[in-house]
Nanobody
């Protein structure tokens, strides 16, 4: 079984910062791409940032230059440092991991439970 535990969400004023964490535990052989998604009320879930196994990153245009994604492979943990937050960043943020549980099975997507980020104006 694999568990993804997210933390770090909360209420912050516009211009403030938050750091989200996503820790994976359980039967894990290898973690490949790691990503953050978000979903605002009434909107579709959207990709925020992704980081590959070699550390390459990609960001949505709306967060480029304000958010930084990183990973600690030794801890099976991913982070999202969010700065200069705007009210439009308000959403539930989900972590998504492409991982392989055992060497003899293929990889699959796993999702965290989501953490609420609210940015007040």
């Amino acid at each position: 079984q694999v568990q993804l535990v997210e933390s770090g969400g909360g209420l912050v004023q516009a211009g403030g910062s938050l750091r989200l964490s996503c820790a994976a535990s359980g039967s894990i052989f290898s973690i490949y791409a790691m990503a953050w998604y978000r979903q605002a009320p009434g909107k579709q879930r959207e990709l925020v940032a992704v980081i590959t196994t070699d550390g390459s990153t990609n960001y949505a245009d709306s967060v480029q230059g304000r958010f930084t994604i990183s990973r600690d492979n030794a801890k099976n943990t991913m982070y999202l440092q969010m700065s200069s937050l705007k009210p439009e960043d308000t959403a539930v943020y989900y972590c998504n991991l492409d991982l392989q549980r055992y060497s003899w099975v293929g990889d699959a997507d796993y999702w965290g439970q989501g953490t609420q980020v609210t940015v007040s104006s």
